[in-house]
């Protein structure tokens, strides 16, 4: 899926040979690019991590709530008989 209308940065990676050639082979087979395949994967990943952080941060937000309302838990022999 070429994006024609949007803006985009030539980069320079450096991959193994054998990766290179595999990668090539693949993205013939797929009729794609590794280039595709790589912005596809990047694009993901960065969703996956900025979606994450959002999510943390929204739970951080929240202010604590106690967990209990009284100031002293019940004895453990009243709990359980024994």
């Given at each position: 899926m070429q994006h024609y209308n949007r803006a985009?940065?030539?980069i320079t990676i450096k991959?193994?040979?054998d990766v290179?050639?595999?990668s090539k082979?693949?993205?013939?087979?797929?009729?794609?690019?590794?280039?595709?395949?790589?912005g596809d994967l990047l694009k993901q990943m960065k969703k996956e991590k900025t979606g994450y952080a959002k999510a943390m941060q929204q739970f951080l937000?929240?202010?604590?709530?106690?967990?209990?309302?009284?100031?002293?838990?019940?004895?453990?022999?009243?709990?359980y008989e024994r």
């Amino acid at each position: 899926m070429q994006h024609y209308n949007r803006a985009m940065k030539n980069i320079t990676i450096k991959l193994d040979n054998d990766v290179a050639q595999w990668s090539k082979v693949w993205a013939a087979e797929n009729n794609t690019s590794v280039s595709q395949i790589l912005g596809d994967l990047l694009k993901q990943m960065k969703k996956e991590k900025t979606g994450y952080a959002k999510a943390m941060q929204q739970f951080l937000d929240v202010e604590a709530l106690p967990l209990k309302t009284s100031k002293h838990y019940p004895l453990r022999d009243d709990l359980y008989e024994r």
